[in-house]
C-alpha cells in the first residue's frame, strides 16, 4: 500500500503527465533557490549545471540524463528536492547533496520531441536520439592502454567529481525491455534485501539474465557489479568486442578520487512486456530464433549501411544524427555475420528456449532494434541538409520498411511503465542506499 507521502508524489506526477526538457527543470532549480554552478560545455554549447544543498560532512552526487534518451532521472531530482530534501531539513544538515540534472545537455535537447508525448511509442522510435559521450569516455588506464579523448560533456563531469570527492553516487538510468536492473559498487547483501522488496512493492519485475554478461559481474538477477574501463578492456582482450577507443565509466574515474566511494545505477524499465516474464518452453530451438533474426534482418541492415554511405558524401559531419548514425549502423551487417558464427559454434544456443526468450530475440532483437536503426535513417532524411530528391527518395524506402516493421511490433503486448513508478523506483533507490551506507536511518523511508 502507498503511503500518505507517496501517493502525494504520484498524484503530482500523474498530474504533470509529461518530461519536462531540461531548460524547464534548471529554470525550477534557479527558482526554488539552489545554486546552480555550470562545470563546462556540451558540443552544442548548452551549459553542464551541478547544484549544491546542505553543509553535512558526507557528499552525495546524483546525475541524471548520462544518457540522452533517459530523462526519467531528470524527474526524480526535482521530486527529491521538492518531497524529501525540502521536507526533511535534517538531510541537508548529515549529507552535502550535488544534482547534476543532465549531463548530456545537447543530446537530450535532441529528444525533447517525445518528452511531451512519452506514452507515444511511435513518436519514441522516430525522435529518440542516443549517443554516449559521458559514460565510457572519462579519463583512465588499463595497464599500457590510456585512453586520451574525453569529451568536454566527460571533462565537465571530472571537474565535478575532482570538486565534491563523492561518499555516494547514484546513475539514474532506463532501458527498454528489460526489467528493474541494478549495479552496484559492492554486493551489500542488506541492501540488495531491501531494493528486491521495493521493486515488489511497486509490481515491476527484476531482470533476469544478461547479453553483457561477459562484461559484467553477476551478484544474482537484476543486481551486477557496477564496470570499470579495465573490466571491458580486459573481456576485449579475450576476444569480446573493439579494445580501442573506450574511456573510463563515472564510477571508475571516481573510485580513483575516492577509492571508498559507494556507487549505484538504477535502471528502469521504460518499454517493457509480460511476455519477459514467461518462464514456459517456447517448443523452439534459441539457435533457430537467432538465425530468423539474422536472416530477416541482413537485406535491411545491408540497405542500411548503403544508405548510411550515401548520406555520409552529402551530410556535414556536424550533423548529430549522422555521429548516431555511425555508431549503431556502420558494422551492422558485421555484428550480424559475427552473431551468425557465434550462434553456430556456441552449445549455449543448442537449448529449447523459454518464451520470454523467444519474445526477447525474435521482438526485441528483430524488430525493436531495427525499428531503432531506421528511426536513425529517417532523422537524418528529414533533419540533416542534403539533396531534396535523395532525401525524399530514401525516406520514402526507409517509410516502407518501418511501417512493415512497425505494424508487426503492434501485434505484441507492449506497454510503458507509468512515470511515477520509474521516478519512485529510482527515489526510494537512492534513499534506501544512503540509508544503509551510512547507517542512518531516514524517517522519510518508513512513511
Same mark, same amino acid.
Given at each position: 500500500m502507498?503511503?500518505?507521502?507517496?501517493?502525494?508524489i504520484?498524484?503530482?506526477?500523474?498530474?504533470l503527465?509529461?518530461?519536462?526538457?531540461v531548460?524547464k527543470?534548471?529554470?525550477?532549480?534557479?527558482e526554488?533557490?539552489l545554486t546552480l %554552478?555550470?562545470?563546462?560545455y556540451?558540443?552544442?554549447?548548452?551549459?553542464?549545471?551541478?547544484?549544491?544543498?546542505?553543509s553535512?560532512a558526507r557528499s552525495?552526487l546524483?546525475t541524471?540524463l548520462?544518457d540522452?534518451?533517459?530523462?526519467v532521472? #531528470?524527474? %526524480?531530482?526535482?521530486?527529491?528536492?521538492?518531497?524529501?530534501?525540502?521536507?526533511?531539513?535534517?538531510?541537508?544538515?548529515?549529507? %552535502?547533496?550535488?544534482l547534476?540534472?543532465?549531463?548530456d545537455p545537447?543530446?537530450?535537447?535532441?529528444?525533447?520531441?517525445?518528452?511531451?508525448r512519452?506514452?507515444?511509442?511511435r513518436?519514441?522510435?522516430?525522435?529518440?536520439f542516443?549517443?554516449?559521450?559521458?559514460?565510457?569516455?572519462?579519463?583512465?588506464?588499463?595497464?599500457?592502454y590510456?585512453?586520451?579523448?574525453?569529451?568536454?560533456?566527460?571533462?565537465?563531469?571530472?571537474?565535478?567529481?575532482d570538486?565534491?570527492?563523492?561518499?555516494?553516487?547514484?546513475l539514474?538510468h532506463?532501458?527498454?525491455?528489460?526489467?528493474v536492473r541494478?549495479f552496484?559498487s559492492?554486493?551489500?547483501?542488506?541492501l540488495?534485501?531491501?531494493?528486491?522488496?521495493?521493486?515488489?512493492?511497486?509490481?515491476?519485475?527484476?531482470?533476469?539474465?544478461?547479453?553483457?554478461a561477459h562484461?559484467?559481474?553477476?551478484?544474482?538477477?537484476?543486481f551486477?557489479?557496477?564496470?570499470t574501463?579495465?573490466?571491458?578492456?580486459?573481456?576485449?582482450?579475450e576476444?569480446?568486442?573493439?579494445?580501442?577507443?573506450?574511456?573510463?565509466?563515472?564510477?571508475?574515474?571516481?573510485?580513483h578520487?575516492?577509492?571508498?566511494?559507494f556507487?549505484?545505477?538504477c535502471?528502469?524499465p521504460?518499454?517493457?512486456?509480460r511476455l519477459?516474464?514467461?518462464?514456459?518452453?517456447?517448443?523452439?530451438?534459441?539457435?533457430g530464433?537467432?538465425?530468423?533474426?539474422v536472416?530477416d534482418?541482413?537485406?535491411i541492415?545491408?540497405?542500411a549501411?548503403q544508405?548510411?554511405?550515401?548520406?555520409a558524401?552529402?551530410?556535414?559531419?556536424?550533423?548529430?544524427h549522422?555521429w548516431?548514425?555511425?555508431?549503431?549502423?556502420?558494422?551492422? %551487417?558485421a555484428?550480424l555475420?559475427?552473431?551468425?558464427?557465434?550462434?553456430a559454434?556456441s552449445?549455449?544456443?543448442s537449448?529449447?528456449?523459454?518464451k520470454?526468450?523467444?519474445?526477447?530475440?525474435l521482438?526485441?532483437?528483430?524488430?525493436?532494434?531495427?525499428?531503432l536503426?531506421?528511426?536513425?535513417l529517417?532523422r537524418?532524411?528529414?533533419r540533416?541538409?542534403?539533396s531534396?530528391? #535523395?532525401?525524399?527518395?530514401?525516406?520514402?524506402?526507409l517509410?516502407?520498411?518501418?511501417?512493415e516493421?512497425y505494424?508487426?511490433?503492434?501485434?505484441?503486448?507492449?506497454e510503458?511503465?507509468?512515470l511515477?513508478k520509474?521516478?519512485?523506483?529510482? #527515489?526510494r533507490?537512492?534513499? #534506501?542506499?544512503?540509508?544503509?551506507?551510512?547507517?542512518?536511518?531516514i524517517?522519510?523511508?518508513?512513511t
Amino acid at each position: 500500500m502507498l503511503s500518505r507521502k507517496t501517493s502525494r508524489i504520484v498524484a503530482a506526477i500523474r498530474n504533470l503527465g509529461v518530461l519536462p526538457p531540461v531548460e524547464k527543470v534548471i529554470k525550477f532549480f534557479s527558482e526554488y533557490g539552489l545554486t546552480l %554552478t555550470p562545470v563546462g560545455y556540451g558540443w552544442c554549447g548548452e551549459p553542464i549545471y551541478v547544484a549544491r544543498l546542505g553543509s553535512g560532512a558526507r557528499s552525495v552526487l546524483l546525475t541524471a540524463l548520462v544518457d540522452p534518451d533517459e530523462p526519467v532521472g #531528470l524527474l %526524480t531530482l526535482q521530486f527529491l528536492v521538492t518531497e524529501v530534501i525540502d521536507r526533511q531539513p535534517e538531510l541537508l544538515k548529515r549529507f %552535502t547533496w550535488y544534482l547534476v540534472p543532465a549531463a548530456d545537455p545537447c543530446g537530450a535537447k535532441l529528444n525533447e520531441n517525445w518528452f511531451s508525448r512519452p506514452y507515444d511509442l511511435r513518436l519514441y522510435i522516430l525522435e529518440r536520439f542516443k549517443v554516449k559521450v559521458v559514460e565510457w569516455y572519462m579519463p583512465g588506464s588499463c595497464g599500457d592502454y590510456i585512453f586520451k579523448n574525453p569529451t568536454p560533456e566527460a571533462l565537465a563531469f571530472k571537474r565535478v567529481i575532482d570538486l565534491v570527492k563523492p561518499d555516494f553516487l547514484a546513475l539514474l538510468h532506463s532501458n527498454d525491455f528489460k526489467g528493474v536492473r541494478f549495479f552496484l559498487s559492492k554486493r551489500i547483501p542488506q541492501l540488495m534485501y531491501k531494493l528486491k522488496s521495493l521493486v515488489k512493492m511497486l509490481n515491476l519485475q527484476l531482470h533476469r539474465g544478461d547479453d553483457e554478461a561477459h562484461n559484467l559481474e553477476v551478484y544474482e538477477d537484476g543486481f551486477y557489479r557496477m564496470p570499470t574501463l579495465c573490466d571491458v578492456h580486459l573481456t576485449c582482450l579475450e576476444g569480446y568486442g573493439l579494445c580501442k577507443g573506450v574511456g573510463e565509466t563515472i564510477y571508475g574515474y571516481s573510485r580513483h578520487v575516492n577509492p571508498k566511494i559507494f556507487a549505484l545505477s538504477c535502471e528502469t524499465p521504460f518499454v517493457y512486456s509480460r511476455l519477459l516474464e514467461d518462464a514456459a518452453p517456447s517448443g523452439e530451438k534459441l539457435r533457430g530464433l537467432y538465425m530468423k533474426v539474422v536472416e530477416d534482418s541482413y537485406p535491411i541492415a545491408c540497405k542500411a549501411e548503403q544508405f548510411l554511405r550515401l548520406f555520409a558524401k552529402e551530410v556535414k559531419g556536424s550533423c548529430p544524427h549522422l555521429w548516431e548514425a555511425i555508431e549503431y549502423i556502420e558494422e551492422w %551487417t558485421a555484428e550480424l555475420r559475427r552473431l551468425k558464427t557465434l550462434i553456430a559454434r556456441s552449445d549455449d544456443y543448442s537449448r529449447e528456449a523459454t518464451k520470454a526468450e523467444e519474445f526477447s530475440v525474435l521482438v526485441v532483437k528483430g524488430m525493436w532494434d531495427t525499428l531503432l536503426k531506421l528511426g536513425i535513417l529517417m532523422r537524418i532524411a528529414r533533419r540533416c541538409r542534403f539533396s531534396t530528391d #535523395l532525401a525524399r527518395k530514401i525516406e520514402e524506402e526507409l517509410d516502407a520498411i518501418f511501417e512493415e516493421r512497425y505494424s508487426e511490433l503492434t501485434t505484441y503486448p507492449i506497454e510503458y511503465i507509468p512515470l511515477e513508478k520509474q521516478v519512485l523506483m529510482q #527515489l526510494r533507490s537512492i534513499m #534506501l542506499s544512503v540509508e544503509t551506507i551510512f547507517g542512518k536511518r531516514i524517517d522519510w523511508m518508513r512513511t
